[in-house]
């Protein structure tokens, strides 16, 4: 059996080596938030961190208002901010991502059709969207397909769209999961990420911004995992390396980024 090469998602793709898209405001104030636990700062503290971007003060409140204003945020009134809304269901995704737990795995697969027709444009893009988030890959319209060494975590909408059938065994799984998945260019992106991580030795203020992108772009990188069996991906994965070498390096670089910020108020 012969299978075409799908064009490639925003959730597959891993984009070209060092493409990491510019921080605005608004991304420097997500991404910090998102980087915490609880997601859950000061306004002075990210106002401080917004400074190591040229970002002043006042366009960092804008951005704030403008946050909150969209449910990506919320304020308790006493200055303090936290995410809210899909910005809070994302960090939820990136901790997911980061860990990688999977199941083990038996060969079967996850078979997922589109039952309902007739869906507005914008219900069938939102569907879309949740079918990649599960790490679902598109073997045809409304057919997705993964390996199911993963649980299927679908919202109720999504789940009242759709059939399940699981126990789908494939002729060629590694044949299919290469047609589906765009591993040679996660590898690439991979590999890059690692080398930047080793070079990346924040101290000094500039160094803590280049490392803030780069700690976002591994994060972004690791949530397009497709988080395949190793069967299908060979020994060479570098998924289980990325996520290792960066909480190593993260544990650095949040200590470097307490000391700089310890002269912020109230973070």
Do not use: I
Not at 229 to 235: A, E, N
Request: charged share 25%; no cysteine; aromatic share 6%.
């Amino acid at each position: 059996m012969q299978f075409r090469k799908v064009s490639t998602s925003p959730q597959t793709t891993a984009g070209s080596a060092g493409s990491d898209p510019p921080l605005t405001a608004r991304s420097v104030l997500a991404s910090t938030l998102l980087g915490v636990d609880p997601p859950e700062l000061s306004v002075a503290a990210l106002v401080h961190m917004a400074g190591l971007f040229a970002v002043n003060e006042n366009r960092a409140r804008v951005a704030l208002s403008r946050m909150v204003a969209s449910g990506e945020a919320t304020t308790d009134g006493t200055g303090r901010y936290r995410l809210a809304g899909h910005l809070l269901e994302r960090q939820r995704r990136q901790a997911a991502s980061r860990a990688g737990r999977t199941r083990p795995w038996t060969g079967t697969w996850h078979l997922v059709v589109v039952t309902t027709t007739g869906s507005p444009a914008e219900v069938r893009a939102r569907r879309r969207h949740a079918l990649r988030l599960a790490r679902l890959a598109e073997l045809r319209e409304g057919v997705w397909t993964r390996p199911d060494n993963l649980d299927l975590r679908l919202d109720d909408q999504t789940a009242g769209d759709v059939t399940v059938f699981t126990g789908a065994v494939p002729a060629e799984p590694e044949l299919l999961a290469a047609a589906l998945w765009d591993l040679e260019g996660w590898t690439v992106r991979a590999t890059d990420l690692l080398d930047r991580l080793e070079a990346v030795t924040p101290s000094e203020p500039a160094d803590l911004a280049a490392g803030f992108v780069l700690s976002a772009a591994v994060l972004r990188h690791l949530q397009a995992d497709p988080l395949l069996p190793d069967d299908l991906v060979g020994r060479g994965w570098p998924g289980a390396r990325l996520r290792r070498v960066y909480d190593a390096w993260d544990g650095r670089y949040r200590a470097a980024l307490a000391r700089w910020g310890a002269g912020s108020p109230g973070s």
